[in-house]
């Protein structure tokens, strides 16, 4: 994913503005639209939903270390086996309502680091070398954008199929 220089209030603008986008989308979605995927072999709407959840908790867990640590380790992770191991596409919608309630709470203190000069400090990933706040957030917020369009596409393509 390449990064667009985005200054630090549109990344803000961006990470609320997908959690709205997002909540509104899903809200309109029938339960049985969830287990719709753009193509064979691909995540379904609730499989992005849970990815998009983990991200928050793992990139929102590296910010949150960033900004309280000086220059500390950023382990990968596998997002497929978070996926499949957390069984996301088996969730119903009551199940999904509370995975969206913690995302949104996760969203809510991510946010809340995003202040002062936090946006420069520093972590070491251990795939891709130094990574500022500001890298960090804007990375999270191209990703979401990028998984909101797919299920946004997942959603049109069901419609014009009906």
Do not use: F
């Amino acid at each position: 994913m390449e990064l667009q220089n985005l200054r630090p209030d549109q990344i803000i603008l961006s990470l609320q503005d997908t959690m709205t986008r997002l909540e509104k989308l899903l809200r309109q979605l029938p339960e049985s639209a969830w287990q719709l995927s753009i193509a064979p072999g691909k995540w379904t709407v609730a499989e992005i939903v849970g990815h998009l959840y983990d991200t928050e908790e793992v990139w929102g867990g590296r910010i949150e270390k960033v900004c309280h640590e000086e220059k500390p380790d950023l382990p990968g992770y596998d997002p497929e086996s978070y996926v499949r191991q957390r069984g996301y596409k088996q969730y119903n919608l009551s199940e999904m309502t509370e995975l969206l309630q913690a995302y949104r709470q996760h969203r809510e203190k991510t946010l809340a680091l995003l202040q002062g000069d936090v946006w420069r400090r520093v972590g070491v990933h251990l795939e891709e070398g130094e990574m500022s706040v500001q890298v960090l957030t804007e990375i999270l917020a191209l990703h979401e954008q990028h998984h909101l369009q797919q299920i946004e596409q997942i959603w049109q393509t069901a419609q014009q199929q009906e």
